[in-house]
């Protein structure tokens, strides 16, 4: 992508069903997104480079992905967290906080700036206000930090790591949460809220000044507002369905955004339709590394009584 190119291009042609949990890897260089009905994890190490590809069997979905110092990928499976190896492609159980519910599935997932993994479920039919939003610390542990939700996505941290967003997406809302030292979240409220014709909010990221960006699912773009709440830009995508972003690039410089598509019929339909696909423009502030979880396994893997 040449420097300060505007407007949207192509990253990748990946088709994905449902393009989901983009990041740039910070030491790699290189940007890795997954396809929730693969479940696919992709990586694409240059610019128009070849998409490299793994099919997960643990599972029939996958929510998110992030980044494990010494591990490779730690990824929320539709009934479970796996650490995942790209080198060798093998998984390895971590850990189930929900406890075997089977009317919940793992979701949006990121680490914090003190290497907290956070993570959301979703009720299977995204009617019931039964997900939660578990923090899991780096020694291993976990909590349920706050309950109530039909879909758990974002969630994204302001620079300093004191304020959490959390797109509360089924309410098409934005919260925003106090974090302290210890993880622990406090005085929830209202941070944004987006019309019906905006579209529902999925996932966040922050840029450096601490913007807060989102992708609008059935919206078609993607929005940055201000740490005080106020819309400041607003960026329409060529394809309706945006689910996540981030900052990657040199610099930082450079909006991935992943996108999906409705429904076969609706693809078949529109010959010129690019949902799916994963793009990318330039953007004026720079972005953040996204942190690498540092966990240290306490207890034999796979031990749900750590929960």
């Given at each position: ?99 075997g ?17 956070w ?79 905006d579209?529902?909010?999925?996932g ?63 693809a078949?339909a ?33 031990d749900?009584?750590?929960?």
């Amino acid at each position: 992508m040449s420097a300060g190119n505007s407007v949207w291009q192509i990253r990748a042609q990946t088709r994905d069903r449902l393009g989901e949990s983009v990041l740039w890897h910070p030491q790699e260089q290189a940007l890795y997104w997954i396809d929730y009905y693969g479940p696919f994890v992709h990586r694409q190490r240059d610019l128009n480079g070849a998409v490299e590809t793994w099919k997960l069997e643990v599972g029939e979905t996958i929510g998110s992905l992030v980044f494990v110092d010494g591990q490779g990928l730690l990824v929320a499976m539709d009934h479970g967290l796996y650490f995942f190896d790209p080198g060798t492609g093998s998984t390895r159980f971590f850990a189930d906080p929900k406890n075997g519910s089977r009317d919940l599935i793992y979701n949006d997932a990121k680490v914090d700036r003190a290497g907290r993994y956070w993570v959301g479920t979703l009720n299977l039919d995204e009617t019931k206000a039964i997900g939660s939003f578990y923090r899991v610390d780096p020694n291993g542990l976990a909590a349920m930090t706050d309950d109530g939700f039909a879909i758990c996505n974002g969630p994204t941290f302001s620079p300093d790591n004191r304020s959490l967003y959390f797109s509360d997406s089924s309410e098409r809302r934005i919260l925003r949460y106090d974090l302290d030292d210890g993880g622990r979240v406090s005085n929830r409220r209202t941070f944004y809220t987006f019309s019906i014709n905006d579209g529902l909010p999925d996932g966040l990221t922050v840029d450096s000044a601490g913007n807060v960006w989102c992708a609008l699912y059935g919206g078609g773009k993607v929005v940055c507002i201000d740490p005080t709440g106020l819309l400041k830009q607003s960026l329409p995508l060529p394809a309706p369905y945006a689910t996540s972003l981030c900052f990657g690039g040199p610099g930082l410089r450079t909006l991935f955004v992943t996108t999906g598509w409705n429904t076969p019929e609706e693809a078949a339909a529109d010959p010129n339709d690019v949902g799916g696909h994963v793009f990318m423009r330039d953007v004026e502030v720079a972005g953040l590394a996204e942190p690498i979880a540092p966990f240290q396994l306490r207890r034999r893997l796979g031990d749900s009584s750590e929960f």
